[in-house]
């Protein structure tokens, strides 16, 4: 038997809720530490990075399951609306330390939307997530029908939004968030028919 079918095999005996109670963890922990103290002299703004980047990766994640599946045979599928809700909640913490802790006044954060490109790249990221994580149920699945799995494709443009806004954040070229977007549009990538029968070859 293929180690992916063995691996597929233990996967299936694994529930997809845990990650419910495990994955705000991490998130939960950054918080205390910048409550106590342990992230340096700017505790808000290494909070907010730290949110942000967690969903980003979570995003990354989200989107290497396909691929993950269609060239190297491991189903990740089961987890993928777990791993996209999840993504959202650090996407919604990652917000919400910037408006509550960081601008703090609510005259200045259209100010901010507008005059900041990276800042307007990444509430238009946040705005294309609102509407999958809204649908992200069994509910929205059976009532959309097919027009589900097109909205759902708005994932293909709200996480490149995401990978900008990390790489306009930062000051200068950093390697770090080039590699973020280097990822992701090369996993975006692997969804056009030329380029997966050249990996498949």
């Known amino acids: 038997m293929p180690v992916s079918d063995r691996i597929n095999a233990t996967l299936r005996k694994v529930p997809a809720w845990p990650l419910y ?3 705000p963890l991490p998130g939960l922990w950054v918080f205390w530490l910048g409550l106590t103290g342990g992230l340096g002299v700017e505790p808000i703004k290494a909070l907010e990075h730290e949110l942000g980047q967690f969903a980003l990766k979570l995003l990354v994640v989200g989107l290497a399951i396909t691929p993950l599946r269609r060239f190297a045979g491991l189903n990740l ?31 200045l954060i259209w100010k901010d939307i507008v005059k900041r490109p990276y800042i307007t790249i990444g509430m238009a990221a946040f705005v294309l997530m609102l509407p999958l994580a809204l649908t992200s149920n069994n509910w929205s699945i059976r009532k959309l029908g097919p027009k589900w799995r097109q909205l759902h494709k708005l994932t293909y443009l709200a996480v490149p939004l995401g990978g900008i806004h990390f790489v306009m954040l930062v000051k200068g070229w950093q390697i ?26």
């Open 77 to 107: 599928i089961k987890f993928r609306r777990a791993i996209g809700l999840l993504a959202f909640f650090y996407i919604v913490a990652h917000l919400a330390v910037w408006l509550f802790l960081d601008v703090q006044d609510g005259s």
């Open 176 to 201: 770090e968030p080039l590699a973020y977007l280097f990822v992701i549009l090369g996993l975006l990538a692997l969804r056009f028919r030329f380029i997966q029968r050249r990996v498949a070859a």
């Open 21 to 23: 109670i495990v994955g």
